[in-house]
């Protein structure tokens, strides 16, 4: 969902991102990966959570940089 944005990021915007996001941006695979393991045996005792497996508003996003083109 993010690769469109990304793609018109400068990489001081996109550098200002990662700054952000310490364990990085994730990707496709993160989510599978979420959804086999809540799928999965090992999962049993989980419930009444969310997991946030994207963007959330308290999550800092570089936007006055992307936005200005700075």
Partial sequence: MSA????GM???V???LVDC???GIGATQD???T????AS???RWISGITIPLGWMPSYPLP???YVDGQ
């Fill in 4 to 7: 469109r944005y990304a793609a």
């Fill in 10 to 12: 400068t990489t001081k």
């Fill in 14 to 16: 996109w550098d200002k």
């Fill in 21 to 23: 996001h310490p364990l």
């Fill in 31 to 33: 989510v599978a990966s």
């Fill in 35 to 38: 959804v086999a393991f809540l």
């Fill in 41 to 43: 045996h090992e999962a």
């Fill in 63 to 65: 936007f006055d940089a």
